[in-house]
């Protein structure tokens, strides 16, 4: 123990003596091995995050269609519906003895290139997204009147968007489309806070206004100009939606419920399982999260050579001082271990900066994440995966240590002691 202890000394000292070079060697351990703790814990609350992008949603029904396209356009509002369903068709679903709440989703409009959703009330009490973290306003409240419009906070933020703004929603999507409601404007009766999800890039309006600036509408066109007076005084409700939201009474039955809509003979439905699909969607997407990871490991190793060049580098400048410690009694393998431990504490030391930046950048960027782009950081830092890496980063600096202390134990004596010329 007291050689150990001793050797440990010396290892500490020879790096202080030698601090600006070992504290460049030691930044770059750190940046770089601070860059693969990031990316493992990014891709694995990424993953999460993602997987709870509606959350509390038992199933969502649309068209007979595919399931990640479904998914899409009702969750993420990417790419369009080949078909709606009937309005009749989703009463009866939202009637079911089995069914606790059903959300209806209509799409096809858009307000300067951010989607249009049409819903209804319950879209407010039971959407759910992150760690089932429900809908907030920052200002104002929910539609009430047939033209009022909630709006996400991206919307409000980059359109410079306040309470009682008037806005104009246009017919189809993209943000260079010609056909404007425009005799039927709108007002923002509520601007959501932020959730990170497709919602903040979303105006919401009833499914009745949907019905309502389409009056007069034949193949895309207007014929007739609609009054607001005129249009509230007619029958609203919708002839068909694009897909809804389904939370069930009892969630043991939803294989049940799904074969049930799957095989309705009124109409071609399709229910699908939004946990399930958002794992096939993400899966989708594991080459990139791999290059990342692949990315990261490249940069971790390019640390660690630097670490070992600096070792080489200095080695020979150290002749006189191995030699000296040989001359006092240290033997070849404590020169060698000497070598090793101070590759160790580099690489220990660089390991532990990393998980101490790690945790900060959790701790004072999760806020923002979250906010911005719907990241939530879990707060604990000492994962499974990162422990891993840890000692996996560890080992390998104390590793790298051994081609230079193998260099040093074939060194005789005699060689530190002669001068060069």
Do not use: C
Not at 24 to 34: D, G, K, Y
């Amino acid at each position: 123990m007291s050689t150990t202890w001793t050797l440990f000394r010396l290892a500490w000292q020879s790096l202080w003596s030698r601090r600006f070079i070992v504290l460049l060697t030691a930044f770059t351990i750190t940046t770089s091995t601070l860059l693969l703790f990031a990316v493992d814990k990014l891709r694995h609350d990424a993953r999460r995050s993602f997987l709870s992008t509606v959350s509390g949603v038992d199933l969502i029904v649309g068209a007979r269609t595919g399931d990640v396209q479904l998914l899409l356009y009702s969750v993420f509002h990417i790419g369009d519906a080949t078909n709606n369903f009937s309005w009749t068709s989703y009463q009866q679903l939202a009637d079911n003895p089995s069914v606790s709440w059903a959300v209806p989703l209509s799409l096809g409009d858009s307000h300067r290139g951010y989607r249009v959703i049409g819903t209804s009330q319950a879209l407010f009490e039971h959407y759910q997204f992150g760690e089932k973290r429900p809908l907030v306003f920052a200002s104002g409240a929910r539609f009430d009147g047939l033209f009022d419009a909630v709006i996400g906070s991206e919307v409000a933020r980059t359109l410079n968007y306040q309470l009682g703004q008037p806005l104009v929603l246009a017919h189809g999507t993209g943000t260079r489309t010609t056909q404007k409601h425009d005799d039927l404007p709108f007002r923002v009766s509520g601007i959501l806070a932020a959730t990170g999800t497709p919602l903040d890039r979303s105006v919401l309006v009833s499914v009745q206004a949907i019905t309502a600036i389409h009056i007069g509408w034949e193949s895309g066109v207007r014929r007739i100009n609609s009054a607001p007076e005129q249009v509230q005084q007619r029958n609203l409700t919708p002839t068909s939606i694009t897909a809804a939201l389904i939370g069930l009474k009892n969630r043991g039955q939803a294989f049940m419920m799904q074969r049930q809509i799957n095989q309705s003979p009124e109409e071609p439905l399709m229910a699908i399982f939004p946990g399930f699909t958002l794992q096939r969607l993400w899966a989708l997407l594991g080459t990139v999260e791999t290059a990342l990871l692949i990315i990261s490991s490249a940069v971790v190793v390019a640390g660690m050579l630097g670490m070992l060049v600096m070792l080489l580098a200095t080695l020979e400048q150290r002749r006189r001082e191995m030699a000296l410690l040989r001359s006092v009694g240290a033997r070849p393998r404590h020169v060698a271990a000497l070598l090793v431990f101070e590759s160790s504490l580099l690489a220990t030391a660089g390991v532990a900066a990393a998980l101490f930046l790690l945790a900060l950048l959790s701790r004072f960027g999760g806020a923002y994440l979250a906010a911005r782009w719907g990241l939530f950081l879990d707060q604990s830092i000492l994962t499974p995966s990162v422990l891993y890496l840890a000692a996996t980063v560890i080992a390998a600096g104390s590793s790298l240590g051994l081609l230079p202390a193998y260099w040093a134990y074939r060194r005789s004596l005699a060689d530190g002691l002669t001068p060069r010329v």
